[in-house]
């Protein structure tokens, strides 16, 4: 069979990073161009990645050049403040196609007070927005992944 056959194709994933891959100056970014590279070259690899606005018009690009249809799964590298609307409206999306979408949880400083006080409105406001949107997450996540067992405990994999 044909690497490029629809069959084929079809088993392809989407790393969907919540990154701008631009300056490859952070861990979630360099872990993000390094699967895409180490994945190409066993299985069809697309991906999605930006900042706030960026990711959000790549993603409707990909869905209007067909994306769905060359895929059969979803990574998400979640990013460690807040999802976005549209990644929210995108992954529901994918799961409502079919397809199955494991979000990488890379941390969760947000629920130890002690290191990360809210001090200011504005922490009061990302961290009620981070939470929200991590728990939306966790519901789409047909996969939930973490570093470690402490973190996945912490976050509640053990439960939807």
């Keep these: 069979m044909s690497l490029d056959s629809s069959s084929e194709r079809r088993r392809g994933i989407l790393l969907y990073g919540m990154y701008d891959l631009k300056g490859l ?10 699967m895409t590279g180490a994945l190409s ?14 990711r959000t ?21 979640a990013s460690t403040s807040a999802a976005l609307p549209g990644d929210i409206a995108f992954l529901a999306l994918m799961r409502l196609l079919g397809r199955p ?3 990488y949880f890379r941390d969760a400083y947000q629920l130890f007070r002690d290191l990360h006080p809210r001090q200011h409105r504005r922490q009061l406001i990302v961290d009620g927005v981070w939470r929200l949107t991590t728990r939306l997450l966790k519901r789409i996540a047909t996969v939930r992944y ?5 973190l996945a405990r912490v976050l509640g994999f053990g439960t939807r």
């Design 25 to 34: 100056d952070r861990a979630p970014e360099v872990r993000i161009a390094m």
């Design 41 to 54: 070259h066993r299985v069809h690899t697309e991906r999605v990645v930006g900042g706030r606005l960026g």
């Design 57 to 77: 018009v790549a993603a409707f690009r990909w869905l209007a050049s067909g994306g769905p249809r060359r895929v059969g799964a979803v990574y998400v590298e």
């Design 101 to 103: 979408v494991g979000v």
């Design 146 to 150: 973490a570093p470690s067992s402490g």
